[in-house]
């Protein structure tokens, strides 16, 4: 697996007609783009509950953010972005050393941005990025998780759960969005506890919210109740919060994104953007290993 990262900035002239005195300037603006490109793949030799061998190829896009220096509100959400592009390229690179390339696991609930972090944090680290969820419909040849729970059962989505989890933990270098519920079966930590697992805490307020915007039917415990998107899915995620309240704190580090917010004077968590909470994960990693360093010293 190999992996390359490329930075490039280049200025460019821009016109703006929407200036506040209602007429049309022409500045000079500092326009950078920020490539973050991996070209990396590996792939994944799974073995399913009827032993046929399944290969998974991780796939990675290449992340590009970029941003054009205006004096408006999108410049500055650009700077923001730019700024935590830079803060996050090199927050992994103090954290890679410490990780000894161990496997990240991302795990909370249904919505809580596993697979959106989990992304980031491959494609800065260099690692592969699976999404356990994916690998579970494609070990047992059924294109969704919701078609796995109908045609066969919730147990059975669980048991190849922890078959992929299990040969997951036998490979290096991978950040890992796991399912919300990956949580309630202690085998499952024992493999994941071979890495270093994360767990994004989200308001369940924001996850109703995250989640309605793009619907239930591919979550199939939150798809029972009626009523409107966002009441099903508040409904259902609070009762299921509440069942595993005592398995995601097993995890070795929280990212709260109440403290997050509560931190920046923020009221909302929705203005946390996911680079952010990637960098936070980092930031929490870099604590977490130094002070097991500090224990074994002592
Ligand atoms: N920090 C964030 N702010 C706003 N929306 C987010 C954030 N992180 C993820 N999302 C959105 O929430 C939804 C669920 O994210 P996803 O990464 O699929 O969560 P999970 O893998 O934990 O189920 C997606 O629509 C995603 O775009
Ligand atoms: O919380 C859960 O029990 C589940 C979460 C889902 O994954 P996401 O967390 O990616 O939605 C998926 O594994 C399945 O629907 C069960």
Not at 147 to 161: G, L, P, T, V, W
Request: glycine share 6%; aromatic share 8%; net charge positive.
């Amino acid at each position: 697996m190999e992996a390359s990262v490329g930075f490039s900035l280049k200025s460019s002239y821009f016109t703006n007609n929407d200036n506040k005195y209602g007429g049309k300037y022409t500045g000079i603006g500092r326009v950078s783009t920020v490539h973050l490109g991996f070209q990396r793949s590996q792939t994944v030799n799974l073995v399913d509950l009827t032993r046929n061998r399944v290969s998974i190829k991780s796939e990675n896009p290449p992340l590009k953010i970029s941003r054009c220096h205006k004096k408006s509100a999108a410049s500055v959400e650009l700077h923001n972005s730019f700024d935590e592009a830079l803060i996050l390229k090199r927050k992994s690179q103090e954290v890679l050393p410490n990780l000894n390339e161990r496997c990240i696991y991302l795990v909370g609930m249904m919505g809580s941005g596993k697979t959106t972090v989990g992304k980031i944090l491959s494609q800065v680290l260099g690692y592969s990025f699976f999404d356990s969820d994916k690998m579970v419909e494609q070990a047992v040849g059924i294109s969704s998780v919701a078609q796995i729970f109908k045609q066969h059962s919730e147990a059975f989505f669980r048991d190849n759960e922890s078959e992929v989890l299990r040969d997951l933990s036998t490979m290096r270098r991978l950040v890992v969005a796991t399912g919300g519920g990956a949580v309630i079966r202690p085998v499952n930590w024992k493999y994941m506890k071979q890495g270093v697992s994360v767990w994004l805490d989200v308001p369940l307020d924001a996850l109703a919210r995250r989640i309605a915007a793009v619907g239930t039917a591919s979550r199939p415990l939150l798809d029972e109740e009626s009523g409107d998107a966002y009441t099903k899915a508040f409904a259902k995620l609070t009762a299921l919060f509440e069942q595993r309240s005592d398995a995601y704190p097993n995890a070795d580090i929280r990212v709260s994104l109440e403290d997050m917010a509560a931190k920046q004077g923020l009221n909302d968590v929705s203005a946390l953007t996911p680079t952010a909470i990637a960098i936070e994960a980092l930031l929490k990693m870099e604590t977490f290993f130094a002070e097991k360093i500090a224990v074994r010293n002592s």
